[in-house]
């Protein structure tokens, strides 16, 4: 993932949302002309588990018109502005070495105070210092070596999520493998079998409550032997979870600290989603479809389309979209307390750019 300073200037961003020269009450209608409401970080600073899980009021006095608008339009232009930068970046590809024919890659679960939004850090364990941990992307044919070294205060286990292994290799202890206890290195090995492409998910199978609420997951991506999937320009992978990490995330930021994704008019963009989290997720995104076409790493015998697609926890879906209309549209959970409140938006936000 790149940063939305390397995908798309700062002023034309602005631009694109109509804030250039903008006054408070210009910036809400032109906001709202491209489908991206004003909105802030949550109650108290920022913190977004001050806000009530049912949405309810979370001061005792009620906020006037002018305060509530002030909030709501602060967040969207720190999101819009670029300046709700936070330290980490998680998702990125993981090296590998060759030993021979292998892939061999290595983990290391840790404890790392993680910056969800500006200034607000929390204690999250994660895979070689990020949250999401590095993207393992390989090929249907491919044998992949995978050290995990486990530094965390507590045992830890991998489970390689919708990749068929050996069962020695499924990553449960007590069923499949001895916990891997703090100090030592697991190493799972296995050979990644034809039909079994698409998208995956690694995490913890230890105390997963917390762990991997707490950020120990990851993508785990294969690409078939022989190309198969449908032809797209711009992919981007997209993993939801809720907890200790911001409350709810998406690839371990909050809004306005999430990243917005970025095409050209004409692509056509790959979103591979993944929850990671407890709850379920209803990804809406304003303005264009979203044609879903493999759910679970499987294609579907009939795609379908949708502006609305529910992922459920464990759940992945890869989905299509024609990037046909120009502006910033929303892309927002649609279990409205997980994305807005009276002080704005927050949480499970970004926006998908679109660019002449």
């Known amino acids: 993932m790149k940063t939305l300073m390397e995908r798309v200037s700062r002023r034309r961003f602005a631009r694109l949302l109509g804030l250039t020269g903008a006054g408070a009450a210009g910036t809400?209608?032109?906001l709202g002309g491209l489908g991206l409401g004003a909105g802030s970080v949550a109650a108290e600073g920022g913190h977004p588990h001050a806000v009530p899980a049912m949405g309810g009021k979370t001061q005792a006095k009620e906020m006037t018109v002018?305060?509530?608008?002030a909030m709501h339009q602060a967040g969207v232009e720190a999101f819009v502005n670029g300046t709700a930068t936070t330290e980490g970046l998680g998702g990125q590809p993981l090296p590998f070495e060759l030993d021979g024919h292998v892939k061999v890659f290595r983990l290391t679960c840790g404890v790392t105070q993680w910056e969800f939004l500006p200034g607000k850090r929390t204690e999250a364990f994660t895979y070689n210092g990020v949250t999401p941990g590095p993207e393992i992307r390989v090929t249907e044919g491919d044998t992949?070596?995978?050290h995990v070294t486990n530094e965390l205060p507590q045992s830890t286990a991998v489970h390689w999520h919708g990749l068929v292994v050996p069962v020695a290799m499924d990553g449960v202890p007590f069923i499949t493998q001895p916990p891997i206890k703090p100090g030592e290195t697991f190493t799972y090995e296995f050979t990644i079998r034809d039909g079994n492409a698409g998208t995956h998910m690694y995490h913890s199978h230890y105390n997963a409550t917390e762990q991997v609420t707490k950020g120990l997951l990851g993508a785990f991506i294969v690409e078939p032997r022989t190309p198969n999937r449908p032809v797209h320009n711009r992919e981007y992978t997209v993993v939801l979870n809720d907890g200790p990490i911001g409350g709810f995330s998406i690839n371990g930021k909050s809004f306005p600290a999430t990243q917005p994704f970025t095409a050209k008019k004409g692509e056509t963009i790959l979103f591979r989603f993944m929850n990671?989290?407890?709850?379920i997720h209803p990804m809406h995104l304003h303005g264009m479809p979203?044609?879903?076409v493999a759910q679970d790493g499987y294609m579907l015998p009939r795609e379908y389309v949708c502006d609305t697609l529910n992922v459920a926890?464990?759940?992945?879906?890869?989905a299509l979209v024609h990037a046909t209309e120009p502006g910033a549209w929303a892309f927002h959970c649609h279990v409205l307390n997980h994305a807005e409140s009276e002080h704005g938006m927050f949480g499970m936000v970004t926006a998908l750019i679109v660019e002449e």
């Open 28 to 30: 809400g209608v032109a």
């Open 66 to 69: 002018d305060e509530m608008d």
């Open 144 to 146: 992949v070596r995978i």
């Open 276 to 279: 990671e989290g407890l709850m």
């Open 290 to 292: 979203m044609t879903v």
């Open 313 to 318: 926890p464990g759940q992945r879906f890869e």
